[in-house]
């Protein structure tokens, strides 16, 4: 038995979603005969004739047309070729559908998929974490899977959510990740993970980072410090009780994310566990995230550029010798 | 080669920065590790700057005359590049920094440098060794049970800096339960909050003899007789009337004078001590307030002091003499700048210049210990001068 990649889950679940429910259908550049840029639609327009459906390039026109189509009572899967041209749809994304529902009543049931995250040589206009951005905005829920028994799940649930979702599949775990067999049950959405145990630190990270934390504090535990990793799975809704419980048993935070490091997600971890959980507190909480530059295309530069294992275990240890 | 930099050490706790006297090794001459380089003076004293290794001195940026801070930068030494693995150092700082020459020639840097962090890593104060700085899960986990930093004196602390982490607390704390506890009274607990609050400060003590005979003398033929205390009491009243700055407490900038002379004196009761109060000691004789004093000690005894008779004293007298002791050094109420000690009399020896023969007599030790931020030694020595002299005319007081 062949095993099951991140990226094939993504297309089992959007396969589940088609099967399950008429409302649901996909639309994309690429989506349809091609199978997606990524391929991660591979085979549905054939199983699902009608519903697979190929859009212009114009990422504008695309969510446009979901929100609409929201509004009639469908349940629209957006696949955008890459996280960095929603900003093209973005007035789309966080004018109308995040504020569909409270400006009048109507749901707006879209998922849009940020194919999303470095991968060697993706340069500037490939490889940003817009996750940071998205979660900024009332009325969206934004999604950052690390596993592929979370790709599966939380996008089944993405779509069966009545509010418009930013489901952040990162390009690297793609091919990177297998399992043997897709899940039938997972935690709720908005429930954080803890991925590893340990009691000297609470590394909390999310989708790709979780992969470099775990590596990280394996490398740590031949130290001897038990690190804890805490996976968000959700950054919005983003379950402080689940990383408060984890820094009251290590009394130390590092929080990691692949985004640039002005403000986001990570700076929103620190700033609640200090402001509601100062006394847990027996070093200043760090974070670790890109740096302050557009991501460079070359391969060393863009090592350099995003945190690491290595970066990780480095902040990690100035954490645990505080 | 690799050039480690010259850092202004910490030359006291209180030191800030250090003013260039002179350089001891001209830029280029060879230095050999812990090598006084460069000449230093603080508020306090002349001090050197050692070198950091073994080499040559590349340059000093530093200017004479100039002030620098704790941390900073003051040249350069190249030291061998097995000079800088033996020292384990491993910052090395490039000879031309392209952008610390624009700033200096902008004039932005002036030679001023900006304290550098001692302490790799996290910051944490330069002197957190032990419990003196403690971190929010510490200082939380310490309230909880009921904890002051006095209480983890013992402790050797594991963190940066040698703090004490939560780890090193809560192992002190389960290393407690194996030895016997019993809980310590109210009035224990009482004093120590006010000992501790009070060691916060500077304190010193000096010592004077002083001869009793007279006193005892006066007291003899006294009725109600005064106890020896009320002697130093009353004493220490009139000298704290003709200046009481000295009493005064430091807050900020400012000298807090006090508005009366009222005094309190030192009485054991059970598991403690207690300090009743008399007011306006300067303007009473000590013939008056002999009979409040000794209803105070008794009242005191009985810890059924009235509230006006406690709290609210500038100074307090406490007679350690009574426990047989010669000298000790009392610590002052935390809201007290003076306690003034008496010690237990002795006939001694004493060399008569007029008869040109030892003579027994009765003496005594003074002590005064004293808040050093508000008096210096010379000025606790005066005080304590001028108590001695108003002690030897029991009849003026």
């Given at each position: 038995?062949?095993?099951?990649?991140?990226?094939?889950?993504?297309?089992?679940?959007?396969?589940?979603?088609?099967?399950?429910?008429?409302?649901?259908?996909?639309?994309?550049?690429?989506?349809?005969?091609?199978?997606?840029?990524?391929?991660?639609?591979?085979?549905?327009?054939?199983?699902?004739?009608?519903r697979?459906?190929?859009?212009?390039?114009?990422?504008?026109?695309?969510?446009g047309?979901?929100?609409?189509?929201?509004?009639?009572?469908?349940?629209?899967?957006?696949?955008?070729?890459?996280?960095?041209?929603?900003?093209?749809?973005?007035?789309?994304?966080?004018?109308?559908?995040?504020?569909?529902?409270?400006?009048?009543?109507?749901?707006?049931?879209?998922?849009?998929?940020?194919?999303?995250g470095?991968?060697?040589?993706?340069g500037?206009?490939?490889?940003?974490?817009?996750?940071?951005?998205?979660?900024?905005?009332?009325?969206?829920?934004?999604?950052?899977?690390?596993?592929?028994?979370?790709?599966?799940?939380?996008?089944?649930?993405?779509?069966?959510?009545?509010?418009?979702?930013?489901?952040?599949?990162?390009?690297?775990?793609?091919?990177?990740?297998?399992?043997?067999k897709?899940?039938?049950?997972?935690?709720?959405?908005?429930?954080?993970?803890?991925?590893?145990?340990?009691?000297?630190?609470?590394?909390v990270?999310?989708?790709?980072?979780v992969?470099?934390?775990?590596?990280?504090?394996g490398?740590?535990?031949?130290?001897?410090?038990e690190?804890?990793?805490?996976?968000?799975?959700?950054?919005?809704?983003?379950?402080?009780?689940?990383?408060?419980?984890?820094?009251s048993?290590?009394?130390?935070?590092?929080?990691?994310?692949?985004?640039?490091?002005?403000?986001?997600?990570?700076?929103?971890?620190?700033?609640?566990?200090?402001?509601?959980?100062?006394?847990?507190?027996?070093?200043?909480?760090?974070?670790?995230n890109?740096?302050?530059?557009?991501i460079p295309?070359?391969?060393?530069?863009?090592?350099?550029?995003?945190?690491?294992?290595?970066?990780i275990?480095?902040?990690?240890?100035?954490?645990?010798?505080? | 080669?690799?050039?480690?930099?010259?850092?202004?050490?910490?030359?006291?706790?209180?030191?800030?920065?250090?003013r260039?006297?002179?350089?001891?090794?001209?830029?280029g001459?060879?230095?050999?590790?812990?090598?006084?380089?460069?000449?230093?003076?603080?508020?306090?004293?002349?001090?050197?700057?050692?070198?950091?290794?073994?080499?040559?001195?590349?340059k000093?940026?530093?200017?004479l005359?100039?002030?620098?801070?704790?941390?900073?930068?003051?040249?350069?030494?190249e030291?061998?590049q097995?000079e800088?693995?033996?020292?384990?150092?491993?910052?090395?700082?490039?000879?031309k920094?392209?952008?610390?020459?624009?700033?200096?020639?902008?004039?932005?840097n002036s030679?001023?440098?900006?304290?550098?962090?001692?302490?790799?890593?996290?910051?944490?104060?330069?002197?957190?060794?032990?419990?003196?700085?403690l971190?929010?899960?510490?200082?939380?986990?310490?309230?909880?049970?009921g904890?002051?930093?006095?209480d983890?004196?013992?402790?050797?602390?594991?963190?940066?800096?040698?703090?004490?982490?939560?780890?090193?607390?809560?192992?002190?704390?389960?290393?407690?339960?194996?030895?016997k506890?019993?809980g310590?009274?109210?009035?224990?607990?009482?004093?120590?909050?006010?000992?501790?609050?009070?060691?916060?400060?500077?304190?010193?003590?000096?010592?004077?003899?002083?001869?009793?005979?007279?006193?005892?003398?006066?007291?003899?033929a006294?009725?109600?007789?005064?106890?020896?205390?009320?002697?130093?009491?009353?004493?220490?009243?009139?000298?704290?009337?003709?200046?009481?700055?000295?009493?005064?407490?430091?807050?900020?900038?400012?000298?807090?004078?006090?508005?009366?002379?009222d005094?309190?004196?030192?009485?054991?009761?059970?598991?403690?001590?207690?300090?009743?109060?008399?007011?306006?000691?300067?303007?009473?004789?000590?013939?008056?307030?002999?009979?409040?004093?000794?209803?105070?000690?008794?009242?005191?005894r009985?810890?059924?002091?009235?509230?006006?008779?406690?709290?609210?004293?500038i100074?307090?007298v406490?007679?350690?003499?009574?426990?047989?002791?010669?000298?000790?050094?009392?610590?002052?109420?935390?809201?007290?700048?003076?306690?003034?000690?008496?010690?237990?009399?002795?006939?001694?020896?004493?060399?008569?210049?007029a008869?040109?023969?030892?003579?027994?007599?009765?003496?005594?030790?003074?002590?005064?210990?004293?808040?050093?931020?508000?008096?210096?030694?010379?000025?606790?020595g005066?005080?304590?001068?001028?108590?001695?002299?108003?002690?030897?005319?029991?009849?003026?007081?």
């Amino acid at each position: 038995m062949s095993l099951i990649t991140y990226l094939d889950a993504i297309c089992e679940a959007q396969a589940h979603a088609l099967r399950d429910d008429p409302r649901v259908f996909i639309y994309g550049q690429d989506v349809g005969a091609f199978g997606g840029a990524f391929k991660a639609t591979k085979n549905l327009a054939r199983e699902f004739p009608g519903r697979v459906i190929d859009s212009p390039i114009s990422e504008d026109a695309m969510v446009g047309l979901a929100v609409g189509a929201a509004i009639e009572g469908m349940r629209p899967i957006i696949e955008m070729q890459f996280a960095d041209f929603s900003t093209v749809g973005f007035n789309q994304i966080v004018n109308q559908a995040a504020s569909l529902f409270w400006r009048t009543n109507v749901s707006c049931p879209i998922t849009v998929r940020l194919p999303f995250g470095g991968t060697s040589g993706g340069g500037p206009f490939h490889s940003q974490s817009l996750e940071t951005i998205y979660a900024h905005y009332p009325g969206l829920i934004v999604l950052t899977p690390a596993t592929v028994e979370d790709a599966y799940s939380m996008l089944i649930e993405a779509v069966a959510i009545d509010d418009p979702v930013i489901f952040c599949e990162h390009k690297f775990l793609y091919r990177h990740l297998k399992v043997e067999k897709l899940p039938s049950e997972a935690l709720p959405i908005g429930k954080a993970r803890i991925a590893r145990e340990g009691r000297d630190l609470t590394i909390v990270a999310y989708s790709a980072m979780v992969q470099d934390a775990l590596e990280a504090a394996g490398e740590l535990a031949t130290e001897g410090w038990e690190v804890e990793v805490v996976d968000l799975r959700s950054v919005k809704p983003l379950d402080t009780d689940t990383v408060m419980a984890s820094v009251s048993r290590t009394g130390k935070l590092l929080a990691v994310g692949e985004a640039f490091p002005w403000g986001g997600v990570t700076a929103e971890v620190i700033a609640r566990v200090t402001s509601e959980g100062f006394e847990l507190l027996d070093a200043p909480p760090q974070r670790l995230n890109a740096k302050d530059t557009p991501i460079p295309y070359h391969p060393n530069l863009w090592a350099a550029h995003r945190p690491t294992v290595r970066s990780i275990g480095a902040a990690a240890r100035k954490i645990l010798r505080h | 080669m690799p050039f480690i930099p010259i850092i202004m050490p910490q030359l006291g706790e209180s030191i800030a920065e250090a003013r260039i006297v002179s350089f001891l090794i001209p830029p280029g001459g060879p230095v050999e590790a812990d090598q006084d380089l460069i000449e230093v003076e603080t508020d306090k004293a002349t001090m050197t700057v050692a070198s950091p290794c073994k080499g040559r001195v590349e340059k000093f940026t530093a200017q004479l005359n100039e002030s620098y801070a704790v941390g900073a930068s003051l040249g350069q030494i190249e030291a061998t590049q097995e000079e800088v693995v033996r020292l384990g150092l491993d910052v090395c700082i490039q000879q031309k920094s392209s952008e610390t020459e624009q700033l200096s020639k902008s004039g932005i840097n002036s030679g001023k440098s900006r304290v550098q962090p001692t302490i790799r890593g996290l910051p944490v104060p330069a002197n957190a060794a032990g419990a003196s700085y403690l971190s929010p899960r510490l200082k939380a986990r310490m309230d909880e049970l009921g904890l002051h930093a006095a209480d983890l004196a013992g402790v050797a602390g594991s963190g940066a800096a040698g703090r004490v982490t939560v780890e090193d607390f809560e192992k002190y704390i389960t290393s407690l339960e194996k030895h016997k506890m019993s809980g310590a009274s109210t009035m224990r607990v009482a004093v120590a909050d006010a000992m501790r609050r009070s060691w916060t400060r500077p304190l010193a003590t000096v010592g004077l003899p002083v001869q009793l005979d007279v006193v005892l003398a006066h007291r003899k033929a006294s009725d109600p007789k005064p106890g020896p205390a009320l002697y130093a009491l009353r004493a220490l009243a009139i000298a704290l009337s003709e200046n009481s700055a000295v009493a005064g407490r430091l807050v900020g900038n400012k000298i807090i004078h006090p508005s009366s002379i009222d005094v309190g004196f030192a009485v054991e009761a059970e598991d403690g001590v207690l300090v009743p109060v008399i007011r306006n000691a300067d303007k009473r004789s000590l013939k008056d307030m002999t009979q409040r004093y000794n209803e105070l000690v008794d009242l005191a005894r009985q810890r059924k002091l009235p509230p006006d008779a406690t709290g609210g004293s500038i100074a307090t007298v406490t007679n350690f003499g009574t426990f047989g002791l010669i000298w000790a050094t009392p610590i002052p109420l935390p809201e007290q700048t003076l306690v003034l000690g008496m010690g237990a009399g002795r006939r001694v020896p004493f060399w008569d210049e007029a008869k040109g023969q030892f003579v027994p007599v009765m003496e005594a030790y003074l002590t005064l210990s004293f808040d050093h931020r508000v008096l210096d030694g010379g000025a606790a020595g005066r005080l304590l001068q001028r108590i001695g002299e108003l002690m030897k005319q029991p009849e003026q007081l």
